[in-house]
């Protein structure tokens, strides 16, 4: 077994490296810059389709971990990660959204970050998370979308609740650890296939 991490710097892809090269597993890193760069790693830019395709090689599914940015490179990314995993016969891609793209529980017609639930004023990141939910609704892979709640810097637990499609009543928060450990066991062993992953403590 051998994914392509993208997004391996990141608070979150940190911990889902490790966590995969504890399981024995060295996943093929997607790196953008350089300095970054060391053994089994690809360079290049995740929203452009001959480089995205060229990282693939040799892979067996894909793990996301891309932060928004806020100049769109999460969608137009993920876009090419779509577009490149059908044309290459590839289906498991776990990828790490928010929980303002669950459904909200006080109004079940709407996403949380559309709704009263939300306690954010700029909603940015959570439209662009929406997009490649919408995206991958449409694609015929096997994804996965883990949703934290607010993201903290703690320990991991190991212990933490979860719930298709909704976030767990009165969640707040999860650490970056547990989120990444989230994904690695979704990954590993097939779980919440086409789901949406609501996460929190």
Known sequence: MKPLLIGSTGNTGQYIRRFLVEQG??????????????PECYIGDVRKEQDVLEAMTGVDGVICSLNTEGNGTLISG???????????????????????????????????YQSIENKRVNHDAAKEHEQVYLALAKSD???????????????????????KDVLPSGGSQISFADTAELAVSAYLNGTFVRERVGICY
């Open 141 to 163: 892979l096997d994804w996965t979308i883990i949703c934290p709640t607010r993201l903290v810097h703690l320990e991991l637990k190991g212990a933490y609740r979860v719930q």
């Open 78 to 112: 993920l876009e090419q990660v779509i577009a490149a995993m059908q044309k290459l016969k590839l289906s498991r891609l776990v990828t790490i959204g928010t929980a303002g793209i669950l459904q909200s529980e006080l109004q079940p017609e709407l996403l949380r």
């Open 25 to 38: 597993i060295h996943p093929k890193l997607f790196v953008r810059s350089p300095e970054q760069a060391e």
